[in-house]
């Protein structure tokens, strides 16, 4: 008994030491189950046959972890008994706790497994009745200082065992188990040397329940909360694309206005540069139109001879040798109807007055005017100015018998 008792705590050990190994997928519950096979007393003989008798129980547990379980166990039939070539029988049942253990969980839960073998300690009240080992009948002899009894007798019963469940569904199992269960000496009602033992070896079915319902639930709300995590991700997905056009949609509009303020400012800063340009131009234009800006544009345009109308000592008529500056000249202006032409007309130094050369510069001016009008180009775009010899634009004297054609 005191091996028993200490088998009983070496297993609550292990109970708590595999309880942490535990998988999520394993789910507490209720099992119960129903079992008939046969029983064996252990006796004093070689007849194995006459020791067997039939045996029956069934055990309602519960199922804390993937390796224990704490069962109720109610079993119990019939035992035998024989002295000296005599045998009897009596009834018995008992009522013990058995702590069961997983053996293929205490290495790995695994709830679709199969094949599951187990083994069993327990301890509990037994009780005994209907003895036929009597005295007064004539077919039993057994010695004076028996462990005869009758009536019912309760004692202590202590169990071991093992068995091998075999799953066929969540809620169903076939299991085998064998037990040894271990009594008083007065069972079989023969005096021995420790305590009587009923082996017994039985198959049965068990039935769980509570569990595959909470499996089931579980189940459900793992996909409910996987279905509601997947809609939160699509809405926050939707939300994080919906964030994202309005940015990019923000940004382009951002980006074409101020693309469009780059143009306007650029198209406003040429318009200006331009606007600009052209007063210059017309300043400019406007300067060479008057005498002074006409004698400045003069003093540069003089270096190109192709600007340069000569004349002979004391003649202004245009001769026919400067003539294809005439007509380069008209090809200018027709090229450019906004353009006029400045005629700047001055006199040798070196030959006669200044008065006469005065006068002099001036019919040089209207003769080369009436030369382009006669080509066809309106008098409105020819400005004339004349200088006599008071300014002499070239080196040479001869040369300064000029006028000078600026075309702008």
């Known amino acids: 008994m005191k091996r028993i008792l200490s ?68 079993a119990g039939w019939q035992g035998k008994g024989a002295f000296l070539g005599n045998f009897w029988s009596m009834d018995y049942a008992h009522l013990a706790a058995d702590a069961v253990f997983d053996i293929g969980n205490m ?6 497994r199969v094949v599951n073998p ?23 002899t057994i010695p004076y200082d028996n462990y005869y009894w009758d009536g019912t007798k309760l004692s202590y019963v202590g169990r071991l065992g093992v068995g091998v469940n075999f799953r066929v569904s969540d809620q169903l199992g076939v299991f085998v188990e064998v037990a040894d269960n271990a009594t008083d000496d007065h069972f079989n009602s023969k005096k021995g040397e420790v305590f009587d033992q009923q082996i017994t070896g039985m198959v049965g079915l068990k039935f769980t329940f509570g569990q595959a319902r909470k499996a089931r639930a579980a189940t459900a709300a793992k996909a409910e909360a996987e279905r509601v995590a997947a809609e939160r991700a699509a809405a926050e997905r939707a939300e994080a ?30 318009e200006r540069i331009a606007a600009e340009r052209a007063a210059a131009e017309a300043a400019e234009k406007a300067a060479i139109y008057s005498k002074e800006g006409a004698l400045d544009a003069a003093s540069e345009a003089v270096k190109d001879e192709n600007n340069d109308i000569f004349f002979t000592s004391e003649k202004y008529n245009v001769a026919a040798s400067e003539q294809a500056k005439i007509e380069g000249l008209v090809e200018k202006l027709n090229a450019n109807p906004d353009a006029k032409v400045v005629i700047c007309a001055f006199a040798d130094k070196a030959t006669g007055t ?41 080196e040479v004297s001869r040369k300064n018998r000029v006028c000078v054609m600026i075309c702008r």
């Open 7 to 74: 088998f009983i705590a070496l297993a609550g050990l292990m109970v708590f030491s595999t309880a942490a190994n535990a998988q999520d997928a394993f789910y507490p519950g209720f099992q119960w189950g129903v079992k008939g096979g046969v029983g064996y007393t252990v006796g004093g003989t070689s007849n194995f046959g006459k020791y067997i008798s039939p045996a029956a129980g069934i055990n309602l547990g519960y199922q804390f972890t993937p390796v224990f379980t704490l069962r109720a166990d109610i």
């Open 107 to 112: 290495v790995r839960f695994k709830s679709d």
């Open 118 to 140: 187990y083994f069993f300690a327990g301890i509990g009240a037994h009780m005994r009745f209907n003895n036929k080992a009597d005295n007064s009948s004539p077919s039993v």
């Open 241 to 270: 694309e919906r964030i994202a056009a309005e940015r990019a949609a923000a940004a382009k509009a951002e980006a074409e206005r101020v693309a469009a303020e780059r143009v306007a400012a650029e198209r406003a800063e040429a």
């Open 354 to 394: 200044s008065g006469y050369n005065m006068a002099l510069s001036e019919k040089r001016a209207a003769s080369v005017a009436r030369t382009l009008e006669a080509k066809g180009i309106d008098k409105s775009r020819i400005i004339t100015h004349w200088f006599g010899d008071t300014v002499q634009v070239h």
